[in-house]
């Protein structure tokens, strides 16, 4: 139990220090061609589960997806990334940094269901894909919903 603790002491101070070292205007742009990468790997399993189905593409899809969902994206929500900066726009609600405890559950529902959604699409069942890409999305949605304005 302490290691656990310890791993995610560490990993917030990681995450605290990232934020500090990259401009607010930079992490709204970064952060945003995360998720547009995520969602044309999204589309991309999409196409393959409503069309002929490429068990490689959607493993390297999936791979994408996980791997930047993992990556510590929250270290793009610093302070000052609540309101558009320049000519960067966001589309966070302020909501999203007031209710921390509540984005980090989905946060950390979203990145369980990216890691299923790998580990289906590595295991090649196209039926278990279908069920972990629509879990997935319905993680994504649950943010969206609550914190991403239109």
């Not at 656990?4 to 070292?21: F, K, M, P, R």
Request: charged share 20%.
């Amino acid at each position: 139990m302490k290691k656990i603790i310890a791993l995610g002491i560490l990993a917030l101070s990681i995450a605290g220090t990232a934020s500090a070292q990259v401009k607010p205007e930079d992490q709204i742009k970064y952060r945003q061609a995360g998720y547009s990468f995520m969602a044309w790997n999204m589309g991309k399993i999409k196409a393959n589960l409503d069309g002929e189905y490429n068990a490689q593409q959607v493993q390297a899809a999936a791979n994408a997806i996980a791997a930047i969902a993992g990556s510590g994206m929250g270290a793009l929500y610093g302070p000052g990334t609540d309101k558009d900066i320049g000519n960067r726009k966001t589309r966070v609600k302020p909501e999203f940094f007031q209710n921390m405890e509540d984005v980090g559950k989905i946060a950390t529902n979203f990145n369980a269901a990216a890691a299923s959604l790998a580990k289906a699409a590595a295991e090649g069942d196209k039926a278990a894909v279908q069920k972990a890409f629509g879990e997935t999305g319905g993680s994504c949605k649950a943010c969206h919903d609550k914190y991403r304005a239109d």
